[in-house]
């Protein structure tokens, strides 16, 4: 499968005078405007002038990167070296964006594309009109060097000094373009690659993560099948650990059976609010390049509403369901972190309080569940369960689905991994008591239990499971299992955690400041959990934007940043929850002093909470830990040395 649109000898490509604009223009999907036919004409007669001394290697123009969704303008495949150019007709100047482009690109070929993960990899912005610059050849440890600049008279020069210093055993150009793409997308990237029609196995990993995601997916799909042929009312619960792609299998399937002409009809809910405003503000987005590449127009208004067919809140799902008592349209509804749901308590007094139904009797389960039960002949409820994700008051967890099930819905078939007998799912109970033995069904396929948010590591979650459940040898054992591919360090220094970020993340890669939503004690370090950052901005905004994530002056919480990631993460760490050489100590701050936790359930969700702010960074994160101050009642150096000395007990480096 050849992912350029040109690919050549560069013997040949010197030669030819017509071959690589014919096949450009014969490649190219759209309707070809006069400029970019004439950037592929500047760019072609730069390189027969550069390249005129290298005739044993290779060109490629317009190679593909399918997770970025974009094209690399130029790759060199030479002396065993891999060189992507960014091209910039009439630049006069090497600008940031572009630098950031390049970037991106080299690091999605060496950490995605199997032929290119030991290959040295030189990055060039080529900017025509730009002023020369001169250049250094520097590696980071992945052996992806930084940026060089060119113009269209120095290319050359930049290529010769990049052969005199190094050079590499061959490769085979057609291996090279043909070797598996193995990308793992941010959930941001995987909605938009879903929505543009590509299948799940297309975006993600070749590994066992992969695997196991395929094999839910293909699960997922057999039920939904049997239950539409054989007119069942089927409820799946699909449980895995952090990061596992839960969410990725639910937008996959409402990808696939978001079609209304076969009466089936499906859709993603979730009351993560931020998570759904992010990919419906990413996809919306996304619909309006994607046109404007085509040479066609369409208002972001227009495309807002057509993705809210795709990802909706549940509570306007729930909401639109109260007026009346036909069923909806949707056949298949699959609700995002449904243990999240409200119990009947939450459900009610919101009910009583925003809807005027002072009487309502049904927890959210319940209700959700009654609202599909309403087709006559057949529907299917995906429930993605994450373990140890309730964050908030009122959100009843699994019982609650299995209560409803149990009391006013023994007839609906039910599907479960076998690990939904886990403490951390069932919270002690027995959620299979009483449920119709014939309508239940275990299958591990419904199960992920590989992480693929990090493609840096796979032991992320179980290293946060035990440094929160306070086993101190075994959170040491894993973090060294983890090593530098993932590093992870602590500071007392807020600045220096911010440089960390800044000197770590390279081109796009997403970084910012999270921290817990009760951290009100970080504000003497310029942190403000009470102002609250616009996911939509927060996420998907650029670094000239102070509002984004990138200006490290807004900070997200777990309510922000649940189910959405980022590539490199501070976390700051208060003083509500304290290591007292054993075991956590849970705090509040009310007023104008600290208060004790008493209550199970807030300390369940204070220590799930830290567990999701510990788990959203792809590659890396950086915990600061304030030093306190002994002059302030409420931030006292003890509160804050313990869990320092903790981090460092568990093997976690300074980096004061």
């Not at 543009?196 to 839910?216: C, F, P, Y």
């Not at 369901?321 to 009610?348: C, M, N």
């Not at 990090?454 to 299992?481: G, H, M, P, Y």
């Amino acid at each position: 499968m050849k992912r350029s649109y040109y690919s050549s000898q560069i013997g040949t490509f010197l030669h030819s005078k017509n071959d690589p604009i014919v096949e450009l223009t014969q490649n190219h999907p759209f309707d070809l405007k006069g400029t970019q036919r004439d950037s592929w004409l500047a760019s072609i007669e730069i390189l027969r002038e550069a390249l005129s001394s290298f005739q044993q290697g290779h060109l490629l123009l317009e190679y593909a990167i399918p997770r970025m969704g974009k094209r690399v303008d130029i790759v060199i495949l030479l002396s065993g070296l891999v060189i992507p150019i960014e091209f910039k007709q009439n630049a006069t100047a090497y600008d940031a964006y572009a630098i950031d482009q390049v970037m991106d690109y080299s690091l999605d070929l060496k950490n995605f594309q199997a032929e290119s993960h030991f290959r040295k990899i030189f990055p060039i912005v080529l900017a025509s009109d730009a002023p020369t610059r001169e250049n250094t050849l520097c590696p980071y440890d992945d052996l992806v060097f930084a940026p060089l600049f060119a113009n269209t008279e120095s290319l050359g020069e930049v290529i010769s000094l990049i052969m005199q210093e190094h050079v590499d055993a061959p490769i085979c150009p057609e291996e090279w373009e043909e070797s598996a793409y193995s990308p793992t997308p941010t959930i941001i990237e995987a909605a938009q690659a879903l929505y543009k029609k590509h299948h799940v196995k297309d975006i993600s990993r070749s590994d066992s993560g992969a695997i196991n995601l395929h094999e839910t997916s293909n699960c997922l799909s057999q039920i939904i099948e049997d239950a539409k042929q054989n007119h069942k009312k089927a409820i799946c619960f699909v449980t895995g650990v952090p990061g596992a792609g839960k969410t990725l299998a639910g937008l996959n399937i409402a990808n696939e059976r978001h079609n209304c002409d076969e009466g089936e009809h499906a859709v993603f809910l979730s009351g993560n609010g931020p998570l759904v405003a992010v990919l419906q503000e990413a996809l919306a987005r996304d619909k309006v390049a994607e046109a404007r590449e085509k040479h066609t127009r369409i208002r972001i208004t227009e495309a807002r509403r057509a993705t809210k067919a795709f990802i909706q809140n549940i509570h306007h799902f729930r909401d639109a369901s109260l007026g009346t008592e036909d069923a909806p349209i949707e056949k298949v509804a699959i609700f995002d972190e449904a243990q999240r749901a409200w119990t009947l308590e939450q459900t009610r007094k919101f009910m009583a309080a925003k809807k005027s139904r002072p009487n309502f009797n049904h927890s959210e389960p319940d209700f959700l569940i009654s609202v599909m039960d309403r087709h006559e002949d057949w529907c299917v409820i995906v429930c993605l369960i994450g373990g140890g994700q309730e964050i908030n008051t009122g959100e009843a967890g699994l019982p609650e689905w299995f209560r409803a099930i149990r009391e006013n819905y023994s007839h609906w078939h039910v599907y479960a991994s076998p690990q939904l007998t886990e403490f951390e799912y069932t919270q002690g109970t027995n959620l299979f008591s009483n449920i119709i033995r014939e309508n239940l069904n275990h299958n591990s396929s419904l199960h992920l239990s590989v992480s693929v948010r990090s493609f840096r590591s796979e032991l992320l979650s179980k290293f946060v499971k035990t440094l929160l459940d306070c086993k101190q040898d075994q959170a040491r054992e894993l973090f060294e299992r983890l090593g530098p591919d993932y590093p992870i360090c602590v500071t007392r220094n807020v600045d220096r955690a911010k440089q960390w970020l800044i000197e770590k993340a390279r081109g796009s890669e997403r970084y910012g400041l999270l921290a817990y939503s009760g951290s009100q004690r970080l504000r003497p370090h310029g942190i403000q959990v009470k102002s609250k950052a616009d996911p939509c901005l927060w996420f998907l905004n650029g670094k000239d934007d102070v509002r984004s994530s990138y200006y490290l002056e807004e900070v997200a919480t777990e309510f922000e940043i649940q189910g959405l990631e980022l590539d490199w993460a501070c976390l700051a760490w208060d003083a509500n929850l304290r290591f007292n050489g054993t075991e956590w100590e849970y705090r509040a701050f009310k007023g104008t002093k600290w208060q004790n936790v008493n209550d199970k359930t807030r300390k369940m969700y204070m220590k799930n909470a830290y567990r999701v702010l510990l788990t959203r960074a792809r590659q890396g994160m950086v915990i600061f830990v304030p030093e306190g101050n002994d002059s302030d009642q409420t931030r006292k150096s003890h509160f804050y040395d313990s869990i320092y000395d903790y981090l460092l007990s568990i093997g976690l480096p300074s980096i004061e």
